[in-house]
């Protein structure tokens, strides 16, 4: 069994600055994949090196337990480490494992596409294929616990998933922990069972990726994921489900426990939205004017305004045709979000 478990974990660099981590606490159990999130410098390398017990912390407990040794910290190096190298490739991927006939190493890792250069020197490599290469490396390691720092930057957008998704597959299949760092928001979410969320070295959140995109716990959080539609609201103190907001009333129907006083924050976001050229009856609806239209590929980006806030809706471009777009910048609009699409976000 391969376990990890953090409790109050506290690091600081300089006892003056807020460099470090601040009371981590999570656990992971074998096969579980966990991504660490947040903005560069939010302590997601600490964390890394703090679990491969490169650094000591200076408070709380760190239980680390791996049925074949310490854990595996690789922080991907990048090729000027490696100019004066002439060590093969093949021979860098046998490194830790003799017994690995070039036949095993090119059935195992042909996705990785490093055939072509096993015979090559490191020094030769492409800073991709550098990268690939430690990869191939991680998936030769027989480490119980394996942590990465942002594995997959290096990858080609058009590989990157399909890489990562091979290899995260591979590890829990042979129950490994994995955590990695990452700045992929759509790996974060597709491939791991947990994230963790940092902001200043202080964890922010931690759950399973559904929950944090659904459910999070703050306001640092819910941005994370992109720009939301944010709107200040109080409990009626009639009803328990109805919040009084700047516009209007808004009836929430998926949560019991509204506290009663206590001015909340509602999110939704872009694509929760919706347009319209009449206005709704049936649900709280209010006008705006149209100021800009974006394209993003699976969908189009419509930013309107009033005189007291901008909003953002998202429509799916399949519904659009690009050459008579049925939305005119400077007309207005009535925008509307269904109640079941609200979220209250507790602390902000």
């Known amino acids: 069994m391969n376990t990890i478990t953090l409790q109050d974990i506290t690091y600081f660099y300089d006892s003056r600055k807020c460099d470090g981590l601040n009371k981590i606490n999570f656990s992971l159990n074998s096969g579980e994949l966990c991504a660490f999130l947040g903005p560069s410098g939010s302590g997601k390398t600490t964390l890394l090196k703090l679990i491969a017990q490169h650094i000591t912390p200076q408070k709380g407990e760190r239980k680390i337990l791996s049925q074949n040794g310490t854990a595996l910290y690789l922080p991907f190096e990048n090729t000027q480490s490696l100019t004066s190298s002439d060590m093969s490739l093949i021979d860098y991927l046998r490194q830790d494992n003799q017994h690995l006939t070039e036949d095993l190493i090119r059935d195992q890792i042909s996705f990785l596409e490093l055939s072509d250069e096993f015979y090559s020197p490191l020094h030769a490599l492409s800073l991709g294929q550098w990268h690939r290469a430690q990869l191939a490396k991680f998936f030769f390691n027989d480490a119980s616990i394996l942590l990465l720092d942002e594995p997959f930057i290096h990858l080609d957008p058009s590989r990157r998933h399909f890489i990562a998704d091979n290899l995260l597959r591979l590890a829990k299949e042979n129950h490994k922990i994995v955590c990695w760092s990452t700045h992929f928001l759509d790996d974060a979410l597709m491939l791991a069972d947990k994230l963790l969320v940092l902001q200043y070295g202080v964890q922010q959140q931690f759950s399973s990726p559904y929950e944090v995109y659904w459910k999070p716990h703050n306001l640092f959080v819910a941005q994370y994921f992109g720009d939301n539609n944010l709107l200040f609201a109080t409990p009626s103190s009639k009803n328990t489900h109805e919040l009084m907001t700047a516009l209007g009333s808004i009836t929430i129907t998926h949560?019991?426990?509204?506290?009663?006083?206590?001015?909340?924050?509602?999110?939704?976001?872009?694509?929760?939205?919706?347009?319209?050229?009449?206005?709704?009856?049936?649900?709280?609806?209010?006008?705006?004017?149209?100021?800009?239209?974006?394209?993003?590929?699976?969908?189009?980006?419509?930013?309107?305004?009033?005189?007291?806030?901008t909003w953002w809706v998202d429509v799916a471009s399949s519904f659009v045709n690009q050459s008579s777009i049925p939305f005119v910048v400077g007309e207005d609009y009535w925008i509307s979000v269904p109640p079941s699409s609200w979220v209250i976000l507790h602390s902000y």
């Open 255 to 309: 949560n019991n426990s509204i506290p009663i006083g206590k001015e909340l924050l509602l999110m939704c976001r872009p694509h929760q939205s919706v347009i319209s050229s009449y206005e709704n009856k049936d649900v709280l609806s209010w006008k705006m004017c149209l100021k800009k239209v974006s394209f993003f590929g699976a969908y189009w980006r419509l930013e309107l305004y009033n005189q007291t806030r």
